[in-house]
């Protein structure tokens, strides 16, 4: 039951969290969150005035930055930002002071007349008094606290504007959103807005329409991907050093249905607790039928399909298993958030006591797979018991210490996430950090105590009695589909030769050197190499130009000289140059993608 996305939340921040302006010393996180968010009334200040009649919604501080939400007479372009920031800078350039007082929700109705949205919010405060902030001509209802005046709002900049519904609900007015950033010192700011830049030259959105890897149609569905023949092979070539890693570590490749009667997932608790993911069943002869959201009640059948015995534990059934879950159309996202994706599922069955040889296994293939991979380093959670649960304290305890002893085992750091358990289990979570420093969410380990119970999943031990099993879920990869995100944006599309969808173009520079380039061709191909020969009749420049926007990690360029030395001019993709016998480009290149290395030299 692993791994269900967590919905949004609609992004409602009543008023900051944080303690009232007290003299207690604050972080430098906490200062800067109080500059955020004190940032968010200089804007409100300076759109009010511009647009008098503005009707305010909430602005909190965010990671990085601030928004604040607005209810305006018409729709703002990113034309108006500049004109926002310039009233912004004058706001701040008068140094205004936050002058804070408290006031009783009468006064507060008053003052807040003509503000409907905020009349919503003083009617919701349990507190009779309610403490309201003032800078300049801006009076906003707020908790605080803020800096002292507006000079002490620093480096900033505003990024965009979006739609958001006044508190998250699609039912409620939609309002528009402006989002701004604010650090310390400019450098602060420019580092941040280059580190943006670079992000988006990276969205592995604008990657797959540049290199021609997958696309989501209109004609076909939302969050349904449609993968090119480039983006095919990329995902071919995981798929396949997964499947053989896995058997190299005792997992059982299996297959199961993409539909199951809908009392199989009354039986797994699904259709209950996951009803908004799943989509409207079928019928079929009189039966439902639902598209099916997980893999594990049909790895369930399987190892039930006979009486299993303690000496054929552990059992360990892996699928690369594709699932649909119900998204809402507006949180689609690439190939980040799709509503069809294949899992890189597994599912182990083993007694208590294998347990935790069995996590040390997943731990290590996790690892060796993220080092295959380039990502070096990552976040690990161990996450903790909830206050609602499934199966008694004691085995929660039991099973929260083998993982921690688990990670002990392999020396591995990793912070407590307290109560962040799923119901049925602890679990173990991987966040890995790209190039850019961003997280992805990476393999998760997951005990259940849940299944195994609703299905009566057992083995016939050594004293003949049936015992429930252990089971853990797990992934090391997490989706296809996100996972091809996630390798886009940490290499910029630049993928080591292993994964890249051509490995080698041969660029013959004239037509004469065709049937050579052919040659080489052919002969790379044979041994497994994807070889492609261009054979355009175009410039030699202009080829290269495109090989490197392809981010073809070899170009070997072959004329009269390489002919007859039967040699081939090697370009990198970095732009270094060599020169190299046939024979040896070829052992070479062959040694470099079998390694899996991320380094292309030879
Ligand atoms: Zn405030
Ligand atoms: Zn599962």
New binding site residues.
């Given amino acids: 039951m692993a791994s269900l996305p967590q919905r949004g939340v609609g992004g409602f921040h009543l ?2 969290v944080l303690s009232m302006g007290s003299q207690t010393k604050m972080s430098g996180d906490e200062k800067l969150e109080m500059m955020r ?2 940032a968010s ?1 200089v804007m409100a200040e300076a759109v009010q005035s511009i647009f008098p009649d503005v009707k305010f919604g909430i ?1 909190p501080a965010i990671r990085d930055g601030f928004y604040y939400d607005f209810d305006l007479p018409r729709s703002l372009t990113p034309d108006d930002l500049p004109l926002i920031e310039a009233k912004m800078r004058e706001i701040i350039a008068a140094d205004e002071p936050f002058m804070r007082r408290e006031v009783s929700r009468e006064e507060a109705r008053r003052i807040f007349a003509s503000q409907p949205y905020k009349l919503e919010l003083i009617d919701e405060i349990p507190d009779e008094r309610v403490s309201v ?1 003032q800078q300049g001509a801006f009076v ?1 209802m ?1 908790r ?1 606290p ?1 800096v002292n005046s507006t000079g002490e709002v620093k480096a900033f900049k505003l990024l965009s504007v979006a739609g958001a519904y006044w508190r998250g609900d699609e039912q409620k007015p939609m309002l528009q959103r402006i989002y701004g950033v604010a650090f310390d010192t400019e450098e602060a700011l420019s580092e941040y807005l280059g580190r943006v830049e670079e992000a988006a030259r990276r969205d592995h959105r604008k990657l797959g329409r540049e290199l021609d890897l997958f696309s989501i149609s209109d004609e076909a569905g939302p969050g349904l991907v449609l993968w090119h023949p480039k983006g095919a092979v990329v995902r071919l070539v995981i798929e396949d050093f997964w499947k053989e890693e896995h058997i190299k570590r005792g997992y059982d490749i299996v297959y199961t249905p993409h539909l199951a009667k809908r009392d199989l997932w009354q039986t797994s608790g699904h259709w209950e607790l996951y009803r908004d993911y799943l989509y409207s069943p079928m019928e079929i002869e009189g039966q439902e039928y639902i598209i099916k959201p997980m893999n594990c009640p049909g790895h369930i059948l399987i190892y039930k399909s006979r009486l299993r015995s303690y000496q054929e534990l552990p059992l360990r059934y892996a699928e690369l298993g594709t699932v649909y879950r119900y998204e809402r159309s507006g949180v689609m996202f690439g190939l980040a958030r799709v509503r069809g994706f294949t899992q890189d599922d597994a599912h182990i069955f083993c007694t208590f006591d294998q347990l935790e040889d069995e996590v040390v296994g997943v731990l290590d293939l996790a690892r060796f797979m993220m080092d295959s991979f380039g990502f070096t380093s990552y976040q690990v959670l161990l996450s903790t018991r909830p206050e609602k649960y499934a199966g008694s304290l004691d085995v929660w305890e039991k099973a929260t210490e083998v993982l921690s002893q688990a990670l002990a085992r392999l020396e591995i750091a990793y912070d407590i996430d307290p109560g962040e358990g799923v119901f049925y289990g602890p679990k173990i979570d991987i966040k890995v950090e790209d190039a850019l420093g961003r997280g992805w969410q990476g393999p998760t380990i997951q005990v259940d105590f849940n299944l195994p119970q609703r299905f009566n999943v057992t083995y016939v031990g050594q004293d003949g009695k049936e015992h429930l099993v252990a089971m853990v879920h797990r992934t090391v990869l997490g989706s296809m589909e996100r996972f091809l995100a996630s390798l886009l944006e940490h290499y910029g599309g630049a993928f080591p030769a292993w994964l890249a969808p051509v490995q080698v173009i041969i660029i013959p520079v004239a037509d004469r050197h065709l049937e050579y380039a052919r040659q080489l061709g052919a002969e790379l191909q044979g041994e497994g190499v994807r070889a492609r020969v261009d054979a355009r009749s175009e410039t030699v420049n202009l080829k290269i130009r495109q090989a490197q926007l392809d981010k073809i990690p070899y170009m070997l360029v072959v004329g009269d000289k390489e002919v007859a030395g039967n040699t081939v001019s090697v370009r990198l993709r970095s732009g270094e140059k060599s020169s190299q016998p046939w024979a040896s480009f070829k052992e070479n290149v062959r040694l470099v993608i079998n390694s899996r290395a991320q380094d292309l030299s030879l």
């Fill in positions: 008023i900051m968010h004190s009334h602005g902030y906003d707020c605080g803020h």
